[in-house]
């Protein structure tokens, strides 16, 4: 099993940052391979916004690029996403998604809510 925690979520203005975290925990967090972050905004489906594969370039949605970072810290079971330049179309809840190696099992987090408003 594995268990993921989103924070770092909230208001801020068109043009500003925020920092997303997903804490992983459980018997399977040394499992997983994939981690990625996805988007769900209000009437829409759920959408990809960056994928972090071990040992392969990140890949990221064509709406995100150039202002979204991905990143893992494995020794510390955390996946960050830092959102600059945001944009009030970036409104949504952002979820963590992990998917292990050996049984290729995969976990979703709560979800966080970032607003994008001024």
């Known amino acids: 099993q594995v268990q993921l925690v989103e924070s770092g979520g909230g208001l801020v203005q068109p043009g500003g940052s925020l920092r997303l975290s997903c804490a992983a925990s459980?018997?399977?967090?040394?499992?997983?391979?994939?981690m990625a972050w996805y988007r769900q905004a209000p009437g829409k489906d759920r959408e990809l916004v960056a994928r972090?594969?071990?040992?392969?370039?990140?890949m990221y949605a064509d709406s995100v690029k150039g202002r979204f970072t991905a990143s893992r810290d494995i020794a510390k079971g955390t996946a960050y996403l830092q959102m600059n330049s945001l944009k009030p179309e970036d409104t949504a809840v952002y979820y963590c998604?992990?998917?292990?190696?050996?049984?290729?099992?995969?976990?979703w987090g709560q979800g966080t809510h970032v607003t994008v408003s001024s």
């Open positions: 998604y992990a998917k292990t190696v050996i049984g290729t099992v995969a976990y």
């Open positions: 972090i594969v071990p040992r392969a370039t990140t």
């Open positions: 459980g018997r399977e967090r040394f499992n997983i391979g994939i």
